[in-house]
């Protein structure tokens, strides 16, 4: 039982040179109907592995970036090391635990203090001198120097008192200016 095919050469209707042309025009209209499915297919694909080669592109700045932020923090955090080690004061210049006057400040909500000797509590007081914290203990470092490691790390100082400005106009027309105000009181 043979197709149409057979039926009609059998027929005389066709013959076999019609038959391999009517073949050929079948086979380029299915290969012409499943080849727009294949270059649909073939486009949804690259597409899909453009968009994950971006997803990729954009995860792999993400990391170097944060990377590049991490390095940039150590550089600053490195910084702020070198300017304390190099230009902090010797502790045995400002450190005195007989002191009956320490240095009270703030360290993480909580009061500190330091006992120093009083010159150097009076150059605290001043602004000449500030307290920064390096690993855990209080240094003394100009205050040129605290300017330079505010610019880098704001946190690493705890202490950097302002100088008062030189009020001396102000005076004249002060009404207490006789009475003297002692600078030695403790709260």
Same mark, same amino acid.
């Given at each position: 039982?043979?197709?149409?095919?057979?039926? !009609? !050469?059998?027929?005389?209707?066709?013959?076999?040179?019609?038959?391999? /042309?009517?073949? @050929?025009?079948?086979?380029?209209?299915?290969?012409? /109907? #499943? *080849?727009?499915?294949? #270059?649909?297919?073939? @486009?949804?694909?690259?597409?899909?592995?453009?968009?994950?080669? *971006?997803?990729?592109?954009?995860?792999?700045?993400?990391?170097? !970036?944060?990377? /590049?932020?991490? +390095?940039?923090?150590? *550089?600053?955090? +490195?910084?702020?090391?070198?300017?304390?080690?190099?230009?902090?004061? &010797? /502790?045995?210049?400002?450190?005195?635990?007989? $002191?009956?006057?320490? %240095?009270?400040? @703030?360290? $993480?909500?909580?009061?500190?203090?330091?006992?120093?000797?009083? +010159?150097?509590?009076?150059? =605290?007081?001043?602004?000449?001198?500030? =307290?920064?914290?390096?690993?855990?203990? %209080?240094? !003394?470092?100009?205050?040129? =120097?605290?300017?330079? =490691?505010?610019?880098?790390? +704001?946190?690493?100082?705890?202490?950097?008192?302002?100088?008062? &400005?030189?009020?001396?106009? $102000?005076?004249?027309?002060?009404? %207490? *200016?006789? %009475?003297?105000? &002692?600078?030695?009181?403790?709260?």
């Amino acid at each position: 039982m043979g197709g149409l095919k057979d039926q !009609l !050469l059998k027929a005389g209707l066709v013959n076999e040179k019609q038959v391999k /042309k009517a073949q @050929q025009e079948k086979r380029k209209e299915n290969q012409q /109907k #499943t *080849a727009p499915q294949k #270059t649909a297919e073939a @486009q949804e694909e690259q597409a899909r592995r453009q968009q994950a080669q *971006a997803e990729k592109a954009e995860r792999d700045r993400q990391l170097n !970036l944060q990377r /590049k932020e991490e +390095a940039d923090r150590k *550089a600053l955090i +490195a910084q702020v090391r070198q300017l304390i080690e190099t230009h902090r004061l &010797p /502790k045995a210049e400002w450190e005195n635990p007989h $002191s009956e006057t320490p %240095y009270n400040f @703030q360290d $993480s909500g909580m009061v500190k203090r330091l006992f120093v000797a009083e +010159a150097v509590r009076g150059k =605290i007081i001043k602004g000449i001198v500030a =307290i920064v914290k390096l690993d855990r203990q %209080y240094e !003394l470092i100009p205050a040129e =120097i605290a300017d330079k =490691i505010r610019q880098r790390d +704001a946190t690493a100082i705890l202490v950097q008192n302002t100088p008062a &400005p030189n009020t001396a106009s $102000s005076t004249v027309d002060d009404p %207490y *200016a006789a %009475y003297q105000i &002692p600078d030695d009181l403790m709260w």
